[in-house]
């Protein structure tokens, strides 16, 4: 019984906190998301926000959780900020986590960067999180300083996802794929790293198996994201 009460207790602070949010965020220029704790399952979603999905709120806080983060986020991408906010909830502070993530508006569409934050927005009796807020902002394509932004984003996740490819490289086959990436021929690379013409056509072959390249704009995206040119 008294179980029964605790409960009843926490899921009318859960409906006066997320009619209190819902008053501003209704108003404001971000999409707004509450989430109910530690299952992750939205139990609000602002007006803007839905409309971004092309979905009603009904229809989004109706989803199962596996489904709503299949559908709209990018699970690579997810791995590395979703453990900063384990480890916020795991120490139950009042600290702001921000972090970019990459959203679509539904599976057949192209993923955007949106620049979220989140934290803790209500607490049950045990003083245990049970509510969580996230704001998101989606970066701008259009804007000259947003798109040197999401070119960066996009060569970390590169570097995050290639590392490990870029590794198997030695020393000297760095040197000729910096080259390679240049748009320097065999010969040329031969005549520059004092090596026989079929040494660096060697170099070229392991490189690209070494990365699974198959053109070469493919070596150029690991000479950028490693930083050779």
């Not at 009904?58 to 559908?71: A, I, M, P, R, S």
């Not at 040329?188 to 079929?198: F, G, H, K, P």
């Amino acid at each position: 019984m008294q179980n029964d009460d605790r409960q009843a207790r926490l899921e009318e602070s859960i409906r006066a906190k997320v009619n209190e949010i819902a008053l501003v965020a209704v108003n404001l220029p971000t999409p707004v998301i509450i989430h109910t704790l530690p299952d992750f399952k939205v139990v609000y979603m602002s007006p803007l926000a839905a409309q971004l999905l092309g979905r009603t709120v009904e229809e989004v806080t109706g989803l199962g959780k596996d489904e709503y983060h299949d559908t709209y986020f990018n699970p690579e991408d997810a791995r590395h900020y979703v453990p900063k906010i384990i480890s916020m909830l795991e120490r139950n502070t009042d600290e702001t986590i921000t972090f970019f993530q990459q959203v679509r508006t539904a599976k057949d569409r192209a993923w955007e960067w949106y620049l979220s934050s989140i934290r803790i927005l209500l607490r049950d009796e045990d003083n245990k999180p049970a509510l969580s807020i996230n704001i998101a902002q989606r970066v701008d394509p259009d804007n000259p300083f947003a798109t040197k932004a999401v070119r960066l984003l996009e060569e970390n996740d590169f570097i995050r996802n290639h590392f490990h490819d870029f590794a198997k490289l030695g020393k000297r086959e760095v040197s000729v794929l910096r080259l390679l990436a240049l748009g320097k021929s065999a010969p040329e690379i031969a005549r520059t790293l004092n090596i026989s013409v079929a040494t660096a056509e060697t170099h070229r072959k392991n490189i690209r198996a070494k990365l699974k390249s198959k053109n070469q704009y493919e070596l150029s995206q690991y000479a950028r994201a490693f930083d050779l040119i």
